[in-house]
């Protein structure tokens, strides 16, 4: 390579060689060693290329389709441990979504935050015209291109470049690509060469390293990717894999009767969202809500690409774009999105048996001819994934050390409630921990904490009161230009819609909030509290939200009023408003009460529910003008048992000294004081029973400070 390129080296990352190319096939880089374990011990961590921007083409500089990518070590379907690169979201840091144009940056955004991942890449999107040959396991430790790779790259004439890794090359094309097959193997000699291909819902590495030492341009190959995809993928896309066979009979004998299966079918009202147009599910995203609708309707019509053309001519998502020419060959838009949803179809309606016919291995076994060996086989659901197991090694890669917010009381990535009954003030205890947030030293808990400069919080008020936050805000003197929040103050936000849901992912992704705030969880929705199936998919869908973005989400929530009879403090989890889904997806449950009803304003915050950690000790609070005022915690007060009035008693009935047993007993029922606690008051104060004057003498108690005794005494009890 030349010297005067500018290197970007990702953070932490072993550094590789860099020699340059030999002999037009010969280079150097770093090879992928032991990036594969199956006996559950970690794999050792794979190096990575530094960055070379000057010799990445132009063109490819000007898409805004740039992410990030960092390794990261998780186990396959069979448990094997494996070094993977899931990509990176270059503004906010959080994954990013190879269909999901909102999670792409700018290349310069992408360089500029290299140093914190592990190298950059570019996703291809139907609106570039781009497709990727992707070569792996393809040059030796001694930098030797291999010969099958050779004649592919010789056959191609584009740019292409060493993948991260070293072992693997890269190669951009313009042009058309074939429909059918994406992935093969057993290339080579070794049978390790895999060669795949796409030109869209996926992403390249890019690291500069040109594989020629005069990086070429990424030239028209139509042509050239045909007879290429011919040679490698011998199966067009009309056919399904040979492990699915396609239906002997048409699957439907109208379009209306696909339109009413599909509708019909568990997926059913995601379905009819997007036939009439609406891609509030997708985020508003009109190309992933196509991409969206045609997958549905490969699984419906059996792959067959002319059928699905025409019914989504019939559908709300039918635009102009859907018509455009997207290849130099003539391809439309509506063509790639049509041969792309076909060929990632693994699953297919079959009208005989009216179940799915699975292409895929569900623990290990295969559903073949529409069988169904269990209900779960049988359910239509073109979306529905295959389940894989993994080993409890691979979850201390897989599953990174838990974060917290205030330790022990917030986490972040989970889903925290605040729950209290009317008046005790629960609304106001979140903003006081949202002040602390932004401008506090230390948490209620006298635990340090450091504000990050510019920090924002996003606050939803569901419930009308966004007017009361405000207040508070200034009578506080709040930070408040670092609130996020609707700009319409009379606007009360629900998860359940689309737009809401779109404002509040993009707010996250532009202001980046360690906290955000839901207040309250029974105005965010639409679905009955009781109801478990209802409330079940909003608190995953908040949970989701959570752990996505790894930050504290926070929900305000109400409780039911106590039983008669029955006091409201201390608070039980059973006390949670509505359906138990509601405390299942919360991993830490505060409460807000009043311990003792004779002191009002001492209030107290509880932590009932923590799957985490330990729980913490309570934390007392006073509401004043200024917020709550922290301290120590109120106690409840003790309740009076039977045996503290026995004690009290017998106290009293021994002051003088020692008595009669059968004289303090008869007092004692005069008072109503059972013998059970008698019994425990005599061993509280240590009373000695002793009796007088031989064996026919009498019992007398002697207080346990009473050490003189006259005559014969043998120890007794109660009778």
Same mark, same amino acid.
């Not at 959080?94 to 940056?105: I, K």
């Not at 690409?305 to 774009?321: H, I, V």
């Not at 989701?544 to 106590?562: C, D, E, G, S, T």
């Not at 608070?571 to 009460?593: E, F």
């Given at each position: 390579?030349? @010297?005067?390129?500018?290197?970007?080296? =990702?953070? +932490?990352? /072993?550094?590789? $060689? &860099? !020699?340059?190319?030999?002999?037009?096939?010969?280079?150097?880089?770093?090879?992928?060693?032991?990036?594969?374990?199956? @006996?559950?011990?970690?794999?050792?961590? =794979?190096? +990575?290329? /530094?960055?070379? $921007? &000057? !010799?990445?083409?132009?063109?490819?500089?000007?898409?805004?389709?740039?992410?990030?990518?960092?390794?990261?070590?998780?186990?396959?379907?069979?448990?094997?441990?494996?070094?993977?690169? /899931?990509?990176?979201?270059?503004?906010?840091?959080?994954?990013?979504?190879?269909?999901?144009?909102?999670?792409?940056?700018?290349?310069?955004?992408?360089?500029?935050?290299?140093?914190?991942?592990?190298?950059?890449?570019?996703?291809?999107?139907?609106?570039?015209?781009?497709?990727?040959?992707?070569?792996?396991?393809?040059?030796?430790?001694?930098?030797?291109?291999?010969?099958?790779?050779?004649?592919?790259?010789?056959?191609?004439?584009?740019?292409?470049?060493?993948?991260?890794?070293?072992?693997?090359?890269?190669?951009?094309?313009?042009?058309?690509?074939?429909?059918?097959?994406?992935?093969?193997?057993?290339?080579?000699?070794?049978?390790?060469?895999?060669?795949?291909?796409?030109?869209?819902?996926?992403?390249?590495?890019?690291?500069?390293?040109?594989?020629?030492?005069?990086?070429?341009?990424?030239?028209?190959?139509?042509?050239?990717?045909?007879?290429?995809?011919?040679?490698?993928?011998?199966?067009?896309?009309?056919?399904?894999?040979?492990?699915?066979?396609?239906?002997?009979?048409?699957?439907?004998?109208?379009?209306?009767?696909?339109?009413?299966?599909?509708?019909?079918?568990?997926?059913?009202?995601?379905?009819?969202?997007?036939?009439?147009?609406?891609?509030?599910?997708?985020?508003?995203?009109?190309?992933?809500?196509?991409?969206?609708?045609?997958?549905?309707?490969?699984?419906?019509?059996?792959?067959?690409?002319?059928?699905?053309?025409?019914?989504?001519?019939?559908?709300?998502?039918?635009?102009?774009?859907?018509?455009?020419?997207?290849?130099?060959?003539?391809?439309?838009?509506?063509?790639?999105?049509?041969?792309?949803?076909?060929?990632?179809?693994?699953?297919?309606?079959?009208?005989?048996?009216?179940?799915?016919?699975?292409?895929?291995?569900?623990?290990?076994?295969?559903?073949?001819?529409?069988?169904?060996?269990?209900?779960?086989?049988?359910?239509?659901?073109?979306?529905?994934?295959?389940?894989?197991?993994?080993?409890?090694?691979?979850?201390?890669?897989?599953?990174?050390?838990?974060?917290?917010?205030?330790?022990?009381?917030?986490?972040?990535?989970?889903?925290?409630?605040?729950?209290?009954?009317?008046?005790?003030?629960?609304?106001?205890?979140?903003?006081?921990?949202?002040?602390?947030?932004?401008?506090?030293?230390?948490?209620?808990?006298?635990?340090?904490?450091?504000?990050?400069?510019?920090?924002?919080?996003?606050?939803?008020?569901?419930?009308?009161?966004?007017?009361?936050?405000?207040?508070?805000?200034?009578?506080?003197?709040?930070?408040?230009?670092?609130?996020?929040?609707?700009?319409?103050?009379?606007?009360?936000?629900?998860?359940?819609?689309?737009?809401?849901?779109?404002?509040?992912?993009?707010?996250?992704?532009?202001?980046?909030?360690?906290?955000?705030?839901?207040?309250?969880?029974?105005?965010?929705?639409?679905?009955?509290?009781?109801?478990?199936?209802?409330?079940?998919?909003?608190?995953?869908?908040?949970?989701?939200?959570?752990?996505?973005?790894?930050?504290?989400?926070?929900?305000?929530?109400?409780?039911?009023?106590?039983?008669?009879?029955?006091?409201?403090?201390?608070?039980?989890?059973?006390?949670?408003?509505?359906?138990?889904?509601?405390?299942?997806?919360?991993?830490?449950?505060?409460?807000?009460?009043?311990?003792?009803?004779?002191?009002?304003?001492?209030?107290?915050?509880?932590?009932?529910?923590?799957?985490?950690?330990?729980?913490?000790?309570?934390?007392?609070?006073?509401?004043?003008?200024?917020?709550?005022?922290?301290?120590?915690?109120?106690?409840?007060?003790?309740?009076?048992?039977?045996?503290?009035?026995?004690?009290?008693?017998?106290?009293?009935?021994?002051?003088?000294?020692?008595?009669?047993?059968?004289?303090?007993?008869?007092?004692?029922?005069?008072?109503?004081?059972?013998?059970?606690?008698?019994?425990?008051?005599?061993?509280?104060?240590?009373?000695?029973?002793?009796?007088?004057?031989?064996?026919?003498?009498?019992?007398?108690?002697?207080?346990?400070?009473?050490?003189?005794?006259?005559?014969?005494?043998?120890?007794?009890?109660?009778?």
């Amino acid at each position: 390579m030349k @010297n005067s390129l500018v290197e970007i080296t =990702p953070q +932490s990352q /072993p550094q590789a $060689p &860099d !020699n340059g190319h030999l002999n037009g096939h010969h280079l150097n880089g770093t090879a992928e060693s032991h990036a594969h374990s199956s @006996n559950g011990h970690a794999p050792t961590k =794979p190096s +990575s290329l /530094p960055i070379h $921007p &000057d !010799n990445i083409p132009d063109e490819l500089k000007q898409l805004p389709q740039w992410v990030c990518w960092k390794w990261e070590l998780r186990a396959d379907s069979k448990g094997a441990l494996k070094w993977t690169k /899931p990509l990176h979201n270059a503004r906010t840091g959080h994954y990013a979504d190879s269909t999901r144009a909102e999670t792409w940056a700018a290349f310069e955004e992408a360089l500029a935050a290299a140093p914190r991942f592990d190298g950059i890449g570019v996703v291809f999107s139907p609106d570039d015209p781009h497709a990727g040959v992707d070569l792996d396991n393809c040059i030796d430790a001694g930098g030797v291109l291999a010969p099958w790779a050779a004649d592919i790259v010789a056959q191609l004439d584009t740019y292409a470049e060493v993948s991260p890794s070293g072992t693997g090359l890269k190669l951009w094309v313009k042009g058309a690509l074939p429909p059918g097959g994406r992935s093969k193997g057993g290339r080579g000699e070794d049978g390790r060469g895999k060669v795949e291909v796409f030109n869209m819902g996926r992403y390249f590495t890019v690291t500069g390293h040109s594989f020629d030492e005069v990086p070429k341009r990424i030239n028209e190959r139509s042509e050239q990717l045909a007879v290429l995809h011919k040679r490698i993928f011998d199966k067009p896309i009309s056919q399904p894999p040979a492990s699915s066979p396609t239906p002997s009979t048409p699957v439907a004998s109208d379009d209306a009767e696909i339109i009413r299966l599909a509708s019909d079918s568990k997926s059913g009202p995601k379905f009819s969202r997007l036939w009439h147009g609406d891609t509030g599910d997708y985020d508003a995203d009109q190309s992933r809500a196509d991409a969206a609708l045609c997958q549905m309707l490969a699984f419906w019509t059996a792959r067959d690409t002319a059928r699905m053309d025409a019914l989504f001519r019939q559908s709300g998502l039918m635009r102009d774009k859907w018509n455009k020419r997207h290849r130099a060959d003539g391809a439309t838009y509506g063509q790639m999105t049509v041969e792309s949803a076909a060929a990632n179809c693994n699953e297919v309606y079959s009208p005989s048996s009216g179940a799915a016919q699975r292409t895929t291995a569900i623990l290990g076994r295969s559903m073949q001819n529409g069988s169904a060996p269990d209900k779960a086989a049988t359910a239509a659901d073109p979306e529905r994934e295959p389940f894989t197991f993994t080993t409890d090694a691979a979850l201390d890669d897989c599953l990174s050390e838990i974060e917290w917010l205030w330790p022990s009381y917030i986490p972040k990535g989970f889903l925290t409630m605040v729950a209290g009954d009317q008046d005790q003030g629960k609304s106001t205890v979140v903003q006081g921990l949202c002040d602390i947030v932004l401008r506090g030293t230390s948490w209620p808990d006298g635990q340090a904490w450091a504000p990050a400069p510019d920090t924002n919080l996003l606050w939803i008020d569901t419930e009308g009161s966004i007017a009361l936050f405000h207040q508070r805000a200034k009578a506080w003197g709040m930070p408040r230009g670092r609130f996020i929040l609707p700009s319409d103050p009379l606007q009360e936000l629900t998860i359940d819609n689309a737009v809401n849901w779109l404002w509040i992912e993009r707010a996250i992704e532009k202001f980046a909030p360690p906290m955000v705030v839901i207040d309250a969880l029974s105005g965010a929705h639409g679905s009955t509290e009781n109801g478990s199936d209802e409330m079940k998919p909003v608190m995953k869908k908040l949970a989701a939200l959570a752990q996505r973005y790894n930050i504290a989400v926070v929900v305000v929530h109400h409780l039911n009023k106590p039983a008669p009879g029955v006091a409201s403090y201390p608070v039980s989890i059973h006390r949670l408003r509505g359906s138990t889904a509601i405390s299942q997806y919360c991993r830490s449950i505060l409460t807000v009460g009043t311990p003792d009803p004779a002191h009002p304003d001492a209030r107290r915050l509880d932590v009932i529910k923590l799957n985490l950690a330990r729980k913490p000790a309570p934390v007392g609070y006073e509401l004043t003008d200024q917020g709550p005022a922290w301290g120590e915690a109120p106690e409840p007060p003790k309740e009076r048992r039977a045996v503290d009035d026995a004690v009290d008693f017998l106290e009293i009935a021994l002051a003088t000294g020692p008595r009669p047993a059968q004289e303090v007993q008869d007092e004692a029922k005069a008072h109503k004081i059972g013998g059970n606690a008698l019994r425990d008051a005599l061993k509280v104060l240590k009373v000695k029973p002793r009796r007088e004057g031989g064996t026919n003498g009498r019992w007398f108690w002697f207080p346990a400070t009473y050490s003189t005794v006259k005559g014969d005494v043998e120890e007794g009890g109660v009778e």
